[in-house]
Structure formats: C-alpha cells, structure tokens
C-alpha cells in the first residue's frame, strides 16, 4: 500500500497515513484532532542500489564525492582527495635532465670548493736562513 500525505485545518498538522489506492483522494482521520485531513500532494524520490551505493532514479551513471559529481568510485584514500577532483600540485615533477643537470652542478660546486679551500691555503712565513757568528753573536746575512 502507498504512504499518502494529509493536511489537517483543525490542528494546521501534516500526518501521513498507509492506504490502498482506491481510498487515497477520501479524507482521513488526523491522529491527533480526529478531525477530517485533506490529502496533499508531496514530492517522490526512489533510490536504488548499484555498487553497494544508493543511486537516484534516474540513473546517470556517475558517483558522487564529497566536492562533487565524478565518474569513477572511489576506490581507496581519503574521501577528499578523489582523483577526478584533486587539484594538481604546484610544484611539477622534476625530469631526468633536471636530475642529471642538479648532480653536476653538486659535483661541480664540491670541485670549485676544494680548489677554493687549497689555493687559500695560509702562507707561513718561512723563517730565514741565519747563521750565528763564532762569538754567536747575532744573525748573519742570508746565504
């Protein structure tokens, strides 16, 4: 049996009540005046289940998420992160060139670094070359 809607004038309530069809445009009893409900008219839906999801009638063919309309289930992650709605990120993926290119330019800055670090290698002074006189007084010029 259908579930129809009635409008009781008496009390201004809105109740629902299981009848066959025949019975559907006769006026019902309101449960809580007794007084006589007019039907009204009320909005339908029906769903249907399709991939253990509830589907609206008509169907489309397509799956909802949490940010909208997509195509495909959801099959695994996080409910917000479906890959049809997904942003893309900022940063691209770097290539194998750029790798490559990075590795070399590492290389090449250590290379530079150790020449840098042995060509400022300190200068100490050599001491110079004295001899002492046979007294041992003070320094002879160098020879």
């Avoid at 009540?17 to 409900?37: Q, T, V």
């Avoid at 489309?60 to 099959?75: D, N």
């Avoid at 090449?108 to 001491?127: N, S």
Wanted: proline content about 12%; overall charge positive.
């Amino acid at each position: 049996m259908p579930l129809y809607e009635y409008y009781c004038q008496n009390c201004n309530g809105v109740f629902e009540n299981l009848r066959p069809m025949k019975d559907a445009s006769l006026p019902a009893a309101c449960p809580e005046c007794d007084g006589e409900g007019q039907r009204i008219m009320s909005g339908f839906s029906a769903f249907v289940v399709r991939d253990g999801l509830p589907r609206r009638i008509p169907d489309r063919g397509t799956f909802w998420s949490l940010k909208g309309e997509v195509k495909r289930p959801q099959t695994r992650g996080m409910p917000w992160d479906h890959p049809e709605t997904k942003e893309p990120d900022d940063t691209p993926k770097p290539t194998k060139g750029d790798v490559e290119e990075k590795k070399e330019r590492q290389v090449a800055k250590k290379a530079e670094d150790t020449r840098r670090k042995r060509d400022i290698q300190p200068i100490t002074p050599k001491p110079p070359k004295t001899l002492l006189t046979a007294t041992g007084q003070g320094p002879v010029k160098d020879i």
